[in-house]
């Protein structure tokens, strides 16, 4: 918490989006127009998103004053609803020693705290509270179908945050889709209402807008900012390096270890010590390896990384939604270490120095 709340008002406020964002912010309070943003009084077509980080903004600037403490107290206060709420589903899905793990994992990912984050007057804290919120809403849904309406908001609160960055949520949804049919248990219903859910998240604002100057910010949103951007960077050619995200994800010590304790894991649970086949078949063992929750865990962090880098984007900050399911898996992983060392000869003492080692 030190790390989220403790030195908000001391850094200098980016010159670029933080700053635009806390102007708008600031002369939507003063024209008393939640709905429609300015930028030095003129309607603004640079920042072409929904309101909803405005709003809350604007709320951070009512408690704290109009101070960079008021206009990045709306993002801790999402990074810390993150974790918390993470660390609430872990417990509950996996055990106490995922939970731990995650809970230092989670800290330690210096990306998350920087740029754009969870110390930043940006939107992306509460995109990547949005995003995967409605992830683990779509796996609750195997079990009661009624979570996919959740689901449905969720989509729709992250649309008003990031605007089209959201529909990377309907693309793993869809991709998630096949596991969730095998289970029988949502009806053509419970997505109908999970579609309205999203529609009600939205509509309030679509209204007004669209009296405002009909869709004409639609347009710059859709034409300008997402897809212009998209075509740049595939113009580009060689300017955007498509492994850019790799180099990012890399360069962070923390998503070292994830991955070296996800590729361990998964070794182990395919192989005994002894080298021997642990099943039968490879087929049996990846069965039993991938459960429901693993795999939305992979396509999450596939999809994201993998759309941005296939489009060239170079903005570190669209992929931070991929680092949430990234320190979920590596604290299952680290989990399984644990326990395979606690099964060998003076096992406890090796899981204990293990479960020691990760946390610090």
Same mark, same amino acid.
């Given at each position: ?166 529909? *990377? =949520?309907? $693309?793993?949804? +869809? %991709?998630? @889709?096949? /596991?969730?049919?095998? &289970?029988? !248990? ?74 070296? *304790? =996800?590729? $361990?894991?998964? +070794? %182990?649970? @395919?192989? /005994?010590?002894?080298? &021997?086949? !642990? ?74 120095? *293990? ?6």
């Amino acid at each position: 918490f030190t790390a989220l709340f403790g030195v908000l008002g001391r850094p200098p406020v980016n010159s670029t989006d933080e700053a635009c964002h806390g102007i708008n912010a600031y002369e939507m309070m003063r024209s008393d127009n939640i709905w429609i943003n300015t930028l030095k009084h003129e309607t603004d077509y640079y920042n072409t998103k929904p309101p909803l980080m405005l709003w809350l903004i604007m709320t951070g600037y009512k408690i704290c004053g109009f101070t960079p403490l008021g206009m990045r107290l709306p993002s801790a206060i999402a990074g810390m609803i993150l974790f918390l709420g993470c660390c609430t589903f872990i417990i509950k899905r996996y055990g106490r020693i995922q939970t731990l793990l995650f809970a230092s994992f989670l800290p330690a990912c210096t990306q998350l705290f920087r740029f754009h984050m969870m110390r930043s007057g940006d939107m992306d804290a509460l995109y990547t509270l949005c995003f995967s919120a409605a992830m683990l809403c779509l796996f609750l849904s195997l079990e009661n179908p009624w979570w996919i309406l959740l689901y449905g908001l969720c989509f729709g609160l992250a649309f008003m945050t990031k605007s089209t960055h959201a529909a *990377l =949520i309907l $693309v793993i949804g +869809i %991709l998630f @889709l096949p /596991v969730m049919i095998r &289970r029988h !248990l949502l009806k053509p219903l419970h997505y109908i209402l999970s579609a309205l859910a999203a529609v009600a998240a939205v509509l309030p604002w679509a209204i007004h807008r669209l009296s405002f100057d009909g869709t004409k910010f639609f347009y710059y949103m859709i034409f300008g900012e997402t897809l212009g951007r998209v075509s740049n960077n595939v113009s580009s050619g060689s300017d955007s390096d498509p492994l850019a995200y790799a180099a990012q994800l890399v360069h962070e010590p923390v998503c070292d270890i994830a991955f070296v *304790l =996800i590729a $361990v894991s998964v +070794i %182990l649970r @395919l192989f /005994v010590f002894t080298g &021997r086949p !642990l099943h039968s078949e490879v087929k049996a063992a990846l069965r039993q390896t991938i459960t429901p929750m693993r795999l939305l865990l992979i396509i999450w962090f596939t999809v994201v990384v993998g759309a941005y880098s296939v489009v060239k984007a170079s903005l570190c900050w669209y992929i931070y939604p991929a680092y949430i399911p990234l320190m979920i898996m590596a604290a299952d992983a680290g989990a399984d270490l644990i326990k395979c060392c606690g099964a060998l000869r003076n096992g406890r003492i090796f899981s204990s120095l *293990l479960m020691v080692s990760l946390t610090a």
